[in-house]
């Protein structure tokens, strides 16, 4: 598989090359709020990402690790995650005569997933299990950027290459043969804040949602992450300082 | 005093108390506060102390994972995701841990290269340095479980591919590999013993420290000169020279180490073991974690797999007996002018191994990892001994103080140039 391994410290830089024999182009890149060490989440981004979320990819994909309270993390109100919740409905357990219930989903529900299982969604999808989405950025090489360029990748085959049935050809998945339809086109949505949804608009705004799903505690890791450095920084100078005051007797 | 108590000089009366009956402060004073240390350390002479920090930060962190993690595989996976997500500080804790692995190698394999070049190894420390060659395999060992704990896709295939290396072993092979397993291929059997072993061994690496420690306090440490420690003049008390110094150390490591928890934590992992591990479907390339990839160019540079596994341990085997491969009697390269450029060239065909074991094995890269492989094993087994006994060592120093305190010119031969202490040392 597209494998990286970078051994940091100037170790080793060695993009294994045999492996991304499938031949995907390079890339799209976008500009990512989050980057860098002071990089946070652009709430509105991941606001429009989890309305494509939920109109469009939750139709196959489930999302197994968030629940509806994280999404207090882009932005979202007390009242506006309850409704969102209880739009669902949730096993609820057993009644009092021992019988399987159901009820309306909480904030501390994980977001119902499309599918009562894995075979389900495999018999239902002509035997392509739709991958679960909490950690697709995470688990692709190029993250955001991977779900980017894949969004807007869904191009006419170069001549000669024969499609198989139930395939459609993506120059950015590895091998281009990718079981999913294209999932995004212009205006595929109608942005509730009022945003002009072109393709690139919403490829930009679902990778911002599943990098928020991917990594929810990213603001907060960056912003420790500076106070941190700065102490550490700072403890180094002392500690040198120190360290020539101790030693000046000893030359 | 009355007879079986210990003479302590403490004044504190309750620490005196204590201390007559149990001296561990006076032991603590003797071994880390006066113990007397050659004045002439650079700052290669950190990195113990950097890796009993890092044991001690792994244990630690280790502790608090596994009060929420679960060695279940059907919920070994989600139950990291609950870390990461649910647990207060859960995804900084394990960050740290997971990161803290890396910087714990890199941390060991700079130490080891400064036992290589300084000549730590030799007599008097030969003890020293195999009970340092046992810590690399334990932790190699720790790391290895510790990395199948997550239940990805790379712990998963990662785990079926090194266990796999015991079948190699002729006739017995198949049997150890499943009786490794707890069964006929890795599963949940395997999951919990690789847990519970990978909690256990850290405490056996405390112990086998503890011992190295005891073995380093009765020799003494070597020093940049590779000469004995002649009297007081050569040396200085552990507190406060180098707990400082190695405070500075510490500080500018534990920067490098928050820098990647903070802002890169996954750089130096594998995107696919954020997978569920799936045991029907193999990933395209199997890779070890950055600091297995020598050993493993070393593996598989050998077509036949029984002569490639034994080729790997092989490897680290060959540091247990270099204190008597090499047959020079002076310990630092600094007087070997040789040897001083073997043991960097040794260290860039470690990497040229690296870069290897990262990539497929096809065309040049089999060759190089041949090429590499061979070189590494000359190194120990020609090199090393011959070099000893043709090289011309330059005159060594008479005294480490000699170098070191300028402002007494007396006594001492010629000043080699490398041993004048640092500007920097001098404020």
Known sequence: MRMRIIAALAFLMAPAGGAMAQDAAPLLHSHWSFDGIFGTYDDAAAQRGFQIYSQICSACHSMKYMAYRNLAGIGLSKAQIKAVAAAVTVPGGLDDQGKEIERPGRPSDQFKSPFPNDKAAEAAMGGALPPDQSLLVSARDGGPNYIYSLMQGYVTPPPGVKVPDGHYYNKYFPGHMIAMPPPLTANAVTYADGTKATLAQEAHDVATFLTYTSYPNLDEQHRLGVKVMLFLIFMTIVTYIAKRRIWADAH | MAAGLFKSELKNPVLRWVDTRLPVITLMQKEYGTFPTPRNFNYFWNFGALATVTLLIMIATGVFLAMHYTPNSTMAFASVQHIMRDVNYGWLIRYVHMNGASMFFIVVYIHIYRGLYYGSYKFPRELLWMLGVVILLLMMATAFMGYVLPWGQMSFW??????????????????????????????????????????????????????????????????????????????????????????????????????????????????????????????????????????????????????????????????????????????????????????????????????????????????????????????????????????????????????????????????????????????
């Open chain 2, 158 to 427: 990662g785990a079926t591919v090194i266990t796999n290396l015991f079948s190699a072993i002729p006739v017995v092979g198949t049997t150890i590999v499943q009786w490794l397993w707890g069964g006929f291929s890795v599963g949940n059997p395997t999951l919990n013993r690789f847990f519970s072993l990978h909690y256990l061994l850290p405490f056996v690496i405390v112990g086998v420290v503890f011992l190295h420690v005891v073995a380093l306090h009765i020799t003494g440490s070597n020093n940049p000169l590779g000469i004995d420690v002649k009297g007081p003049q050569d040396t200085l008390p552990f507190h406060p020279y180098y707990t400082v110094k190695d405070s500075v150390g510490l500080c500018v490591f534990l920067a490098i180490w928050a820098a990647f928890v903070f802002f890169m934590p996954n750089l130096l992992g594998d995107v696919i073991n954020n997978i569920p591990a799936n045991p029907l479907h193999t990933p395209a390339d199997v890779v070890p974690e950055w600091y297995f990839l020598p050993f493993y160019a070393i593996l598989r540079s050998v077509p036949n797999k029984f002569m490639g596994v034994m080729l790997m341990f092989a490897s680290i085997g060959v540091l247990f007996v270099l204190p008597w491969l090499d047959t020079s009697p002076v310990r630092s390269c600094r007087f070997r002018p040789i040897y001083r450029i073997l043991v960097p060239l040794l260290v860039v065909d470690v990497f040229v191994l690296g870069y290897v074991g990262a990539h497929h094995p096809q065309g040049f890269i089999i060759l190089l990892g041949r090429v590499a492989t061979a070189w590494y094993f000359l190194h120990f087994l020609v090199f090393t001994p011959l070099v000893g006994l043709f090289e011309t060592p330059l005159p060594l120093p008479e005294s480490i103080a000699a170098p070191v305190v300028r402002k007494s010119p007396s006594g001492g031969g010629p000043i080699p140039g490398g041993a004048v202490a640092k500007p920097m040392e001098n404020a």
